[in-house]
C-alpha cells in the first residue's frame, strides 16, 4: 500500500509504503544475558550498521564515558538491563560501550509525535509517530514484542532489535506509555551531561528502562503515573501515559528530578485528546518544527465520534507529523489490547500522486 501523505517542504509528494514489523516472545523469567538470543539472530546482519551508526552519531570524546559506563555497568545500570545489555553485546559481537551507548541514545538524538484521546464511546487510544535522524537502521530492527511471564504476555512494546529499554509499551487492560524528548536545549543537557549523569548518579533510571520496568511491575494507571513523575531520570522527557478507563490520559512534562507539568485530558469539559510532540504544551514550537499545529487540525478534522484505528493512522500519517525521520507507527488501547498495531514507516518524497 502506498500513501499519499501531503507535501513536503520542497514541494514534492510525502510518499509512504507502511510495513507491519515482526513480532516476537521473549520470556521475563530466562537468564537475562540469553533472553534476547531468539530476537537477536535474525538482526546479526545489521552490526556493521550500528557500527557505522555509533562512529557518526557518537563524537570520538565522548566514547571514553561510554566505555566508562561498560566498565561499571553493574553499577551503572541495574538489573535486569545491565546483563540483558552485555546479553546483547555478545550476541553481536559489539564493545560493551557501543551497545551502552546504542541503549542511552534515545536522551539525546529522538524526535516525536504522541497522541491520547476518548473516544465518544469512552474508550481510551494513544498513538505515536517515533523519529529518528538516521532511521534505515532501526526501520531494519523496528520489531514488537510480547514479554511474558507463566506463558502469559505482561506487556507488548514496539523496540529495536538490541534496544532494551522501552520507548512505546502496553500492559494490557491497565495503561499504555509512549516517551517524546523534551526536545529544547535548555531541558535535553548535552551528550556528555547525560552521560556523567549515568556515571555518577547511582538513584538515577535511563528512561526507557523506566518505562519498562513500570510495565513489567505496576498494577495500575495511577501508580504508573506517580512512578514516570516522580522516579530520578537521566534526561528530562515527556511520558505520555494512556489508562483503560475514561479520562485516563496525561502528559507528564519531566525534569530530571520530578515532573514540572502533568496535562490530562478532560472529556467532561471538551478536552477529548491531548498531543504532544516536543515542546512543553505551554509554549511555541519553533517554526522549523511545527508538527503541533497540522496534528491539531487532523484531530479536530477526525472528531470525537470519529476517533479509530484508521483515523488515528491517518492523522500520524499527516505531514510533516510523518516525516522523512519517522521510524515507525503504534496505535494502542490498553482497555482493547487485542488492537495494538504497529507500522515501519518509510517515507520518501516523489513527484507525483503516481509515484
Known amino acids: 500500500m502506498v500513501l499519499v ?3 513536503s517542504p520542497a514541494g514534492l509528494a510525502l510518499l509512504d509504503t507502511p510495513v507491519k514489523p515482526k513480532t516476537y516472545t521473549v520470556n521475563v523469567e530466562d537468564p537475562p544475558e540469553t533472553r534476547w538470543v531468539q530476537v537477536l539472530k535474525d538482526f546479526k546482519f545489521m552490526v556493521p550498521e550500528l557500527n557505522k551508526t555509533v562512529q557518526t552519531l557518537v563524537p570520538a570524546e565522548f566514547i571514553p564515558l561510554a566505555e566508562q559506563i561498560g566498565a561499571q555497568l553493574d553499577k551503572s545500570i541495574i538489573q535486569p538491563f545491565a546483563d540483558e545489555i552485555k546479553g546483547v553485546a555478545k550476541i553481536f559481537g559489539l564493545p560493551l560501550g557501543e551497545m551502552v551507548l546504542l541503549n542511552i541514545i534515545y536522551d539525546m538524538t529522538a524526535f516525536c509525535t504522541s497522541v491520547v484521546a476518548q ?14 535522524y538516521y532511521g534505515d537502521v532501526l526501520r531494519n ?42 526536545g529544547h536545549k535548555v531541558h535535553v543537557g548535552t551528550y556528555w551531561q547525560n552521560l556523567l549523569i549515568a ?25 504508573a503515573v506517580r512512578q514516570l513523575s516522580y522516579r530520578i531520570i537521566h534526561a528530562p522527557v515527556y511520558y505520555i501515559v494512556g489508562g483503560a478507563k475514561k479520562g ?4 507528564i512534562t519531566r525534569d530530571r528530578l520530578a ?67 519517522t521510524t515507525y507507527t503504534a496505535i494502542m ?17 516523489g513527484g507525483g500522486v503516481n509515484d
Do not use: C
Open 5 to 7: 501523505v501531503g507535501r
Open 119 to 132: 473516544d465518544s464511546a469512552g474508550n481510551i487510544w494513544h498513538t505515536r509517530n517515533l523519529d529518528y
Open 141 to 182: 530492527m523496528t520489531i514488537v514484542v510480547n514479554f511474558q511471564r507463566n506463558g502469559k504476555t505482561v506487556y507488548t512494546a514496539t523496540t529495536y532489535a538490541g534496544y532494551v529499554g522501552i520507548l512505546t509499551g502496553q500492559k494490557p487492560g491497565l495503561f499504555s506509555v509512549s516517551v517524546d524528548q523534551r
Open 199 to 223: 556515571i555518577l548518579d547511582k538513584n538515577s533510571q535511563f528512561v526507557s528502562f523506566l518505562v519498562r520496568e513500570v510495565l513489567e511491575n505496576v498494577t495500575s494507571f495511577d501508580e
Open 248 to 251: 485516563e490520559g496525561v502528559v
Open 259 to 325: 515532573a514540572v507539568d502533568k496535562w490530562n485530558i478532560e472529556p467532561l469539559f471538551g478536552k477529548w485528546y491531548i498531543l504532544e510532540t516536543n515542546y512543553d504544551h505551554w509554549t511555541t514550537p519553533p517554526p522549523s518544527d511545527n508538527r503541533r499545529t497540522p496534528g491539531i487540525k487532523a484531530m479536530d478534522k477526525v472528531g470525537q465520534a470519529g476517533v479509530n484505528m484508521t483515523s488515528l493512522f491517518d492523522v500520524m500519517s499527516t505531514n510533516p507529523v510523518m516525516n522523512m525521520n
Open 333 to 349: 488501547s490498553a482497555g482493547n489490547p487485542q488492537l495494538y498495531t504497529t507500522w515501519i514507516r518509510w517515507p520518501k518524497e
